[in-house]
Every structure is written in structure tokens, then in C-alpha cells.
């Protein structure tokens, strides 16, 4: 039997996604085991476990049919998917953050350059390149937060969700470049291909979403 294949985003958005699956029908508690495999099965469907940042890629290029990712993700990655229905949950920022005692105030408009960590190099830089301010990015992995305070850069663009990061690294955000929240997508091929499967998956995703409505 042909089967559908959902990739899934690692961390602080799984437990969630699985339980916006599981109401609509779809089982994939088996990925919260904390084992370390990193493909499931449930009845006709596959669940791949993935770095966040890559789940647009697996969709993209059709290893997996459907997705849940980061509005943040998706938009760094720029891929042409299809992104019908924004879930809901997982709501944070991608902001600009600075030392609570920079000792310049931060103001786009006299800022003609910034030295600035990210995880999201393409979003920053169209960002500050919109502003006629020339950027010059250092991508890190994770733990962005500690380059303003070894000197790697002046400032940061991440996520902000609590600011529990953020305080506790002695940091303050001083502009928001976009808000995020988790998005369904799906890759254009499979929903054609795989028509019959996937769009009784997305009329139960849209009958979901406007009963909480
Ligand atoms: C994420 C993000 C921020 C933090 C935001 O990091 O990069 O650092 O969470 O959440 P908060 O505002 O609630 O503190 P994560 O813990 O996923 O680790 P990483 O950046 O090292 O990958
Ligand atoms: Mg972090």
C-alpha cells in the first residue's frame, strides 16, 4: 500500500505536532519513545524525526509528502511548497537581540552596518539589506545568544519565545523581524500524485482548525 509521509521537527515543537496529529486521527505518538531511531510507522503512514531547520527539505524534494514546521524555517529555506493551513501552536519571533548595556542605542535609521550572529543568515540579510544596511553574518548552530558575549558579534537574530534565553544571558530585544507560528506544508508533486490520500488529511486538518476557531 502507498503511504504517506509526514517529517517531523525535532524539539521544542514535537510533543505538539504529534498531539495535532493524534486529533486528527493520525498516530505518531510512537515518535516521542526517545529511542534513536528516526523513522516510524503507523498504519498507512511514515514519520521521519528531523532537524527543524530541514523539514522544508525533506518536503521540497519529496522524501516526505507533508510537514509541520516553523513559519521561521520555512521562510529562511525558501523552498515552493504548498503551506495551506497555519496550526496554531509554537508561536515565537525571530527578533534582533543586543547586550542590556550596548553602549550605542540601536537605531535603524543612523546604522549603516551590524556584525550579527544567526541560525538564519538569508532572512537576516534580506532584512537589514530592506533597510539599506549592510550585514555581515556569522551563521552558528545553536546557543546564538553567547556571540555578543565573547565578542563574536554585536548583535544576534533568533527565536525568542519565553525571553528566559535572552535574560538570562543578559540580553534585550530591540527589533522583530517576523512573528512565527507552525505551519502545515506539502510538497506540490505529492499533492497531485497522491491526491486520494492526502486531501481527506487536509479536510480534516481544516475542519480541526475552524472548530477551535
Ligand atoms: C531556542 C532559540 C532561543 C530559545 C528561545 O534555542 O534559539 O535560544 O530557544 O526560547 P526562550 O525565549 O523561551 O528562551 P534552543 O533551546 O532550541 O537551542 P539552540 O539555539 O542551541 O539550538
Ligand atoms: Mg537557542
Not at 521561521?72 to 519571533?93: H, M, N, T, W
Not at 552596518?113 to 539589506?129: E, G, L
Amino acid at each position: 500500500m502507498e503511504k504517506v509521509t509526514f517529517a517531523l521537527p525535532k524539539g521544542r515543537l514535537l510533543k505538539e505536532a504529534v498531539d495535532f496529529l493524534s486529533s486528527v486521527g493520525i498516530d505518531a505518538s510512537e515518535v516521542l519513545t526517545q529511542t534513536r531511531k528516526l523513522i516510524f510507522e503507523w498504519e498507512g503512514y511514515r514519520f521521519l524525526l528531523v532537524k527543524p531547520m530541514d523539514v522544508p527539505t525533506y518536503v521540497y524534494y519529496a522524501a516526505a509528502d507533508l510537514g509541520i514546521a516553523g513559519k521561521d524555517v520555512i521562510e529562511e529555506k525558501g523552498y515552493d511548497l504548498y503551506e495551506p493551513f497555519d496550526l496554531g501552536f509554537g508561536a515565537c519571533r525571530l527578533s534582533v537581540a543586543e547586550p542590556v548595556n550596548a553602549p550605542e542605542p540601536y537605531d535603524l535609521e543612523k546604522l549603516s552596518y551590524i556584525r550579527v550572529a544567526t541560525k538564519y543568515p538569508r532572512i537576516t540579510d534580506a532584512y537589514f539589506r530592506s533597510k539599506g544596511i549592510h550585514p555581515e553574518i556569522i551563521t552558528l548552530y545553536g546557543s546564538v545568544e553567547l556571540a555578543p558575549l565573547v565578542g563574536l558579534t554585536d548583535r544576534i537574530v533568533d527565536l525568542v519565545q519565553t525571553g528566559n534565553t535572552l535574560k538570562a544571558n543578559g540580553l534585550k530585544e530591540v527589533d522583530t523581524i517576523l512573528h512565527s507560528t507552525a505551519r502545515l506544508i506539502v510538497n506540490k508533486a505529492s499533492l497531485k500524485t497522491k491526491y486520494s490520500l492526502i486531501k481527506p488529511i487536509l479536510d480534516r486538518v481544516k475542519g480541526k482548525l475552524l472548530t477551535q476557531k
